[in-house]
Every structure is written in C-alpha cells, then in structure tokens.
T-cell receptor
C-alpha cells in the first residue's frame, strides 16, 4: 500500500538537543498530521495542519505544512526522556483515507 | 487513555483460520476506522464504517470485512488467514469522518503461524 517517505528512520540524541524529522509524498495532501506511538499503545495525535505554509506549535513541538502540499516537518526542541517513541506523519487527500509514513524512532539519552 | 478499547489484546491463529477482532468506540463517536500495522511500518488503512455502513476502503482483499453495530462498536473479520496477516490491528473512532478527531485504541496483536 501507499506510504509516505519519512526520514530519518531512527535518531539517537542527548537530552536537551533539538530534533527534526520530515515527510515527503508524491501526492498532494489537504491535511498533514503528526502522531506519536508508545510501545503497546495506539498512535496519539500531536499536531494537525490544514493549510499550505501553515506553521503550528504544541508546546515544544512545531510542525509545518509544506508550500507544495507534498511535505511536512516536525521539530522537537529541548528533548526530554519522555519524548522517546515512534513518530509518524500522516497525510489526507481527497479520498478521506489517511496515509502514514513508516515512522521515525526517537531515542533520548539522559 | 482515549476511551477506545479493543479485544483481545493478543491472538495466535494458524494459516487458513478465521479471526474476529472487536473495538468499542469512544463515547459520542459514530465513525470507526480500522488499520493494519505490520512490524516496523506505519498503519495502513483497511476500511471505515459510518453509521453501520462501509464508508471507504483501502487496498485490502475481500477476506477482510467489517461490521458496525447500532452502539457504534465494530468488528473486523479476516477469513483464510495468511502469514502476512500477522500485525497490530488498530481501530480508531471519531465523530463523523474527521481524521483530526480520530482516537486510536491500543490495538490487537495478531500472530499467524
């Protein structure tokens, strides 16, 4: 099935560092979403983006909807140990269904 | 905690068998979507149910079928299980089809031997 290109696949960082991950698609999307998934749980929505160029923050998280509508990025500032997990981007086009990336696994060393 | 529950949490089946997975929606939600998440992959959309009718389907064969009940709970049925069906199956409930209001359950881990 279709999946978005999400990078990097994994990241190992020190507590306090900033993190950046991104997602690209060959298709245009109307909505970009970023989720976090912890072990044994379902994904939890972090940020939703609805308009090309939109920049939205949620605490230490900032995400942007690319101008071309084919990409998005997520930044996490001043990482803390509880940021550990797998981050997924997801896009929604006209068909209403969500298409997910393969995820970025984040490890934060205290 | 999202209020979306799934049962069972884990399941082991053999090839060719049939399986039924269950999902209870969050209170007030009338739409349920099902996803398959293989190990190391993102969730893949299977189908969505809105008011007991299928409302969109992903690229999955007909042996994947579903039901939604009047109380908006849902079932996912998979017939003639194959080894590649081993995955985490997630349901997500929402009000209408709004993906931004979609809350995921913890999933059912299915292993097909």
């Amino acid at each position: 099935g279709q999946q978005l290109n999400q990078s990097p696949q994994s990241m190992f960082i020190q507590e306090g560092e900033d993190v950046s991950m991104n997602c690209t698609s060959s298709s245009i999307f109307n909505t970009w979403l970023w989720y976090k998934q912890d072990p044994g749980e379902g994904p939890v929505l972090l940020i939703a983006l609805y308009k090309a160029g939109e920049l939205t923050s949620n605490g230490r998280l900032t995400a942007q909807f690319g101008i071309t509508r084919k990409d998005s990025f997520l930044n996490i500032s001043a990482s803390i140990p509880s940021d550990v997990g797998i981050y997924f981007c997801a896009g929604q086009g006209g068909s209403e269904k969500l298409v997910f990336g393969k995820g970025t696994k984040l490890t934060v060393n205290p | 905690e999202t209020g979306v529950t799934q049962s069972p949490t884990h399941l082991i089946k053999t090839r060719g068998q049939q399986v039924t997975l269950r999902c209870s929606s969050q209170s007030g939600h009338n739409t349920v979507s099902w996803y398959q998440q293989a190990l190391g992959q993102g969730p893949q959309f299977i189908f969505q149910y809105y008011r007991e009718e299928e409302n969109g389907r992903g690229n999955f064969p007909p042996r994947f079928s579903g039901l939604q009940f009047p109380n908006y709970s849902s079932e996912l049925n998979v017939n003639a299980l194959e080894l590649d069906d081993s995955a985490l199956y997630l349901c997500a409930s929402s009000f209408m089809a709004g993906v931004e209001t979609q809350y995921f359950g913890p999933g059912t881990r299915l292993l097909v031997l």
